[in-house]
């Protein structure tokens, strides 16, 4: 595996270095040239994923009365189905379907900005509202995170779309598990451009360790008490890799 895989930033605005997906081979011989920069992380890889399926399985329990009343605000609220289902990326690029409160029409996603919100979206139902500004949209992925698709902390998943269009370097992002929360969501989220949120999920991966998912996870708090980050900015709107619906 070629070290240039690892050239930090040069990798995000080279433009000859697209490749599109991977076999499994190559995606393995990434992980393991990153694993070797990394030493000693295995140990600390397993201690994410045994915090994770505890606090799934946790959260689950103590949050089911929510998850109860949630649905049934949304049925009684608009015409459509209760989730939100879309195949993403997982970790090493491969796909999986991603869960979620619907907090849109039905079919809105073929409507107006498509893939794309931004504030006042009216295609936003009024519990979606509610449910986007405090990230209780996000609670069924904690399914997701229990058979291992996704991880409490991590790069947000991606539309399967998009590994088409990432380098070498951009693919970096995908040699962690997609998170409930993220670097970058604690750094501005929505707000910041589509380059900058890559760039923030990159240090993440570059920087990696336990502790830094608890970090992430404690300031995710306030985040979301204060609703930051929830939606893009109308004058940065574009065809989003990722997005909340």
């Not at 989730?83 to 997982?90: D, I, K, N, P, S």
Request: glycine share 6%; aromatic share 10%; net charge positive.
């Amino acid at each position: 595996m070629n070290n240039s895989f690892f050239d930090g930033e040069r990798g995000l605005n080279a433009s000859n270095n697209y490749s599109g997906f991977w076999t499994d081979q190559e995606w393995r011989e990434f992980e393991q040239a990153y694993l070797k920069e990394h030493k000693y992380i295995r140990v600390q890889l397993v201690c994410k994923r045994l915090f994770d399926i505890a606090i799934a399985l946790l959260a689950l329990i103590v949050l089911s009365p929510v998850f109860v009343v949630v649905a049934l605000a949304i049925k009684l609220n608009s015409p459509g189905p209760i989730l939100f289902c879309q195949e993403r990326l997982g970790k090493l690029g491969k796909p999986f379907t991603i869960y979620k409160f619907r907090t849109m029409v039905d079919g809105a996603i073929h409507m107006g900005a498509g893939i794309n919100t931004f504030k006042g979206d009216p295609r936003i139902t009024s519990v979606g509202k509610f449910l986007r500004e405090y990230h209780l949209d996000e609670l069924p992925q904690l399914f997701n995170i229990l058979v291992g698709e996704m991880s409490l902390v991590g790069p947000r998943p991606l539309l399967t779309s998009a590994l088409l269009t990432y380098n070498n370097c951009q693919k970096r992002r995908l040699l962690m598990p997609p998170g409930l929360t993220a670097w970058e969501a604690v750094n501005g989220g929505l707000e910041n451009s589509l380059e900058e949120r890559i760039k923030l999920d990159i240090w993440y991966v570059n920087n990696w360790n336990f502790s830094l998912d608890i970090v992430i996870i404690l300031r995710t708090i306030p985040v979301v008490l204060r609703k930051e980050g929830v939606y893009e900015k109308e004058s940065v709107l574009t065809t989003a890799n990722q997005t909340k619906e």
